[in-house]
Nanobody, 126 residues
């Protein structure tokens, strides 16, 4: 049974930083690309970032480029999202997810991802 557990969310002031983690179990983690999505109140869930199976390729939505960094540690079955220069509009529940494939190419649609975590709340105050 695949399980994804996010952690690291919280309340931070505008301009601050947070590092999200997503620990995976029940799958061969290194065989799959991973993604981060987020859902703000009253909005649809949206793509944030993705990373290929070996970390050699990454992709970001335009609004977080230069501020967020996705990385992974296959030895620890964990994917990370380092978030810097946070803005109030980054407030959302953040979810990690497994792609169905290795990430060639990296994909941005929810339908391309098969397993999801429960989410972690990120709140950025102004």
């Amino acid at each position: 049974q695949v399980q994804l557990v996010e952690s690291g969310g919280g309340l931070v002031q505008s301009g601050g930083s947070l590092r999200l983690s997503c620990a995976a179990s029940g799958l061969t983690f290194s065989s799959y690309a991973m993604g981060w999505f987020r859902q703000a109140p009253g909005k649809e869930r949206e793509f944030v970032a993705a990373i290929s199976w070996n970390g050699s390729s990454t992709r970001y939505t335009d609004s977080v480029k230069g501020r967020f960094t996705i990385s992974r540690d296959n030895a620890k079955n964990t994917v990370y999202l380092q978030m810097n220069s946070l803005k109030p509009e980054d407030t959302a529940v953040y979810y990690c997810a497994t792609d169905y494939g290795v990430g060639l190419p990296l994909r941005v649609t929810e339908i391309s991802y098969g397993n999801w975590g429960q989410g972690t709340q990120v709140t950025v105050s102004s």
